[in-house]
């Protein structure tokens, strides 16, 4: 029988014993998240099933903070924020990461792309594999490639050939690239980021841009540019990352979780884009939205291979644009 020393004292050592491992089981930290667009779009509905995935993995121990629409400012502020830790995940496009790696600029060339498997079947190869390290050596940590959909064109007038973009002015991505393949076809390229696009638009800073279908109407920006013209001309490859300054203090496990459940995640962004396209030009035709195809398809694409030519240095060479453009 116990005496009521001994039973105290070891009750007390059974009490100590889990209140040494519970304070590491119960710590909860905040995953500071950038979504550009709104709650029903993919770009928060992805974190949305990443979140679920890691808390049945590891429960209570990442609270995610996904902030919509833009608050924390576009791809390129949210991506220097995530380097400086204040983000610690976000997406991006490869284009609005092309200024910390060149060669990313390989996936934005323009008609490389014949369709989405091919896209998928390079970044899910040596080339992604490459591009990821690449990444990694700049303090974003890509877990996975998603495609958010082909770019067209985005007019107020209707333009089906590139000679009408002669003097008009184009709002572009902040990239080399995207500059160049609008210079090609005469028109002058303004980069602007894509949280003032509506405004230039609107105001006339700008007369035309390119967007996916998605996006397109996730900004409302059929309300300023009516007129979509189906070019495809870049198939719009972007990644799920992390900010490295969050990554590196984790433990090998709880990085595993958080890694397969955002390549998981990529897979099923891409998923919802494909269907999101379809509603997203249904609300666009409703608002007064009009669709054109282009015409002389042949002339898109031989302003587009002048930028192949001047990027190939950048990008590895003109063997591996001809080894994309293969696979």
């Given at each position: 029988m116990l005496s009521r020393r001994t039973f105290i004292a070891t009750a007390a050592a059974a009490l100590s014993?889990?209140?040494?491992?519970?304070?590491?089981?119960?710590?909860?930290?905040?995953?500071t998240v950038a979504s550009l667009l709104s709650e029903d779009k993919p770009e928060t509905q992805i974190w949305r099933r990443i979140a679920e995935t890691v808390e049945a993995k590891l429960p209570g121990r990442f609270r995610?903070?996904?902030?919509?629409?833009?608050?924390?400012?576009?791809?390129?502020?949210?991506a220097e924020a995530s380097r400086l830790g204040s983000v610690q995940a976000s997406l991006?496009?490869?284009?609005?990461?092309?200024?910390?790696?060149?060669?990313?600029?390989?996936?934005?060339?323009p008609f490389l792309f014949k369709d989405a498997g091919h896209l998928r079947r390079v970044v899910s190869g040596p080339v992604g594999a490459d591009l990821k390290?690449?990444?990694?050596?700049?303090?974003?940590?890509?877990?996975?490639?998603i495609d958010y959909g082909a770019r067209?064109?985005?007019?107020?007038?209707?333009?089906?050939?590139?000679?009408?973009?002669?003097?008009?002015?184009?709002?572009?991505?902040?990239?080399?690239?995207?500059?160049?393949?609008?210079?090609?076809?005469?028109?002058?390229?303004?980069?602007?980021?894509?949280?003032?696009?509506?405004?230039?638009?609107?105001?006339?800073?700008?007369?035309?841009?390119d967007l996916t279908k998605s996006a397109?109407?996730?900004?409302?920006?059929?309300?300023?540019v009516p007129y979509l013209t189906e070019t495809a001309h870049i198939r719009a490859?972007?990644?799920?990352?992390?900010?490295?300054?969050?990554?590196?203090?984790?433990?090998?496990?709880?990085?595993?979780?958080?890694?397969?459940?955002?390549?998981?995640?990529?897979?099923?962004?891409?998923?919802?884009?494909?269907?999101?396209?379809?509603?997203?030009?249904?609300?666009?035709?409703?608002?007064?939205?009009?669709?054109?195809?282009?015409e002389a398809i042949e002339t898109w694409q031989a302003g587009a291979k002048a930028v192949w030519q001047d990027f190939a240095p950048i990008v590895g060479g003109m063997d591996r644009i001809e080894s994309v453009l293969a696979a």
């Open positions: 014993a889990p209140a040494l491992v519970r304070p590491a089981l119960a710590k909860t930290t905040m995953i995610f903070n996904v902030v919509t629409n833009a608050a924390l400012g576009g791809e390129k502020e949210v991006s496009t490869v284009s609005a990461l092309s200024g910390w790696v060149p060669e990313l600029q390989l996936l934005d060339l390290q690449k990444l990694a050596d700049q303090n974003f940590v890509a877990c996975g490639f067209h064109l985005l007019t107020k007038e209707p333009v089906t050939r590139p000679q009408q973009l002669n003097g008009k002015r184009i709002r572009v991505i902040q990239s080399p690239l995207h500059t160049k393949l609008w210079s090609a076809y005469g028109a002058a390229p303004i980069g602007i980021p894509i949280t003032e696009t509506y405004n230039a638009l609107s105001t006339g800073v700008a007369d035309a841009m397109y109407a996730g900004f409302k920006l059929y309300e300023v490859a972007g990644v799920v990352y992390f900010a490295a300054s969050f990554w590196k203090g984790l433990g090998a496990a709880e990085q595993a979780v958080l890694a397969k459940a955002a390549a998981d995640g990529a897979l099923y962004f891409n998923e919802l884009i494909v269907a999101d396209e379809t509603r997203s030009m249904q609300a666009a035709a409703a608002k007064g939205g009009k669709v054109l195809q282009p």
